[in-house]
C-alpha cells in the first residue's frame, strides 16, 4: 500500500556532498518511521538513519554522525538525506525504508522493522 522511490544517488569525489530524496506515494499516514539503509557489495545492509514522521526525532549511524542529515516534508510525502563529507566507505546503494512499527527499541535499527522499501540509488565516492 506504499511505494517509495529514492533519487539523487551518484558519482563524487571524496569530501564532496550529495542529497537523496525519496518520494512516498500510498497510505503514507500509517508510516511511524521512514529511513535510509545502504549495502556495499558482499556486505550486509546496514543502517544510516532514520526519522520519526510524527515527532521528528531522528537517529544515526555511528558511522554517519555529525556528516548526515536527515529530514522529513509529511505534507509532500518526502524525506531527504543529505551526506556531506563523502568518504569511500560510504560506497553504497542507498535504499529508502518505511515502517508500521508501533514502538521501537533503543538499540540500531535493523531492517526486518521496516514493511516497505525502495529500489535503491547507488552512490560512489572516489578517493
Known sequence: QVQLVESGGGLVQAGDSLRLSCAASGRTFRMSAMGWFRQAPGKEREFVAHIF???????YADSVKARFIISRDNAKNTIDLQMNALQ?????VYYCAGSLRGSWPKSTP?????????????VTVSS
Open 110 to 122: 535493523q531492517p526486518q522493522m521496516y514493511d516497505y522499501w525502495g529500489q535503491g540509488t547507488q
Open 53 to 59: 514522521r510524527n515527532s521528528g526525532m531522528t537517529s
Open 88 to 92: 569511500p566507505e560510504d560506497t553504497a
